[in-house]
């Protein structure tokens, strides 16, 4: 796992949050659901050439799992 590809995720995921915090969570302290996720999910497909849905990215409930889902898709 790479660390930069799951810093470069946490960074997207709190610049495309509806109210950015230090809170690693992705529910209501970052304030993402179904309308606001497909925002963080576009930059970070961008970013990182993945097909990530916003299905897969609500499943998570960290930035940390998402980090390493994404790495894991990146380095396979």
């Not at 950015?20 to 996720?37: H, M, R, V």
């Not at 497909?38 to 980090?67: K, P, R």
């Amino acid at each position: 796992m790479s660390e930069t590809t799951k810093g470069k995720v946490k960074n997207i995921i709190m610049d495309k949050s509806a109210a950015p915090s230090d809170n690693i969570t992705l529910g209501p302290e970052l304030s993402y659901d179904a309308t606001n996720a497909q925002v963080a999910v576009d930059a970070i497909n961008s970013s990182f050439g993945t097909n990530v849905t916003v299905e897969q990215f609500l499943s998570f409930q960290t930035i940390g799992e998402v980090g390493d889902y994404v790495a894991s898709l990146v380095h396979n």
